[in-house]
């Protein structure tokens, strides 16, 4: 079982306006955590195009993939692939758990809000 209790987006370490964001596969089901105990659930008819995209490639590209059953906080936020692009776009940590790089503006559109109503806070 995998422990989800931290997992939130978080800055890009190296990327400004960009976030990791930890999605979850479960059956047909895509969990993105969007937030601290905010999460956004999909299926494949609904995901967003830039969020599949992004988890093929990371499919495609592959790393050292882990084992869900070690799939602790410090190793998804982590990319341990070779030094290469993927590390703003995408990685798997596990058969089930990958990281999606996105922009605040993304980040915003999974969370139900746009730009103008971020600023008119």
């Known amino acids: ?5 931290n997992f939130s987006a978080l800055p890009h370490a ?13 059956g047909n089901t895509y969990v993105i955590y969007v937030g601290r105990e ?4 999909y299926t494949d008819d609904d995901l967003p195009d830039f969020i599949q995209a992004k988890i093929t490639m990371a499919k495609v590209r592959g790393n050292n ?3 869900d059953g070690f799939v602790n906080w410090y190793n998804v936020y982590s990319y341990t692939g070779e030094s290469d692009s993927m590390e703003g776009i995408a990685w798997q940590v596990s058969d089930s758990v990958y990281v999606v790089v996105i922009t605040q503006d993304e ?8 730009a103008t109503s971020r600023n008119d806070k």
Not at 1 to 5: E, G, V
Not at 38 to 41: A, E, K, L
């Open 107 to 114: 980040l915003d559109f999974l969370k139900g809000e746009s």
């Open 38 to 41: 905010y999460i956004r659930r």
């Open 14 to 26: 190296s990327l400004d306006n960009h976030y990791r964001v930890p999605l979850v596969v479960d």
């Open 1 to 5: 079982m995998i422990n989800t209790t």
């Open 65 to 67: 993939i882990l084992s």
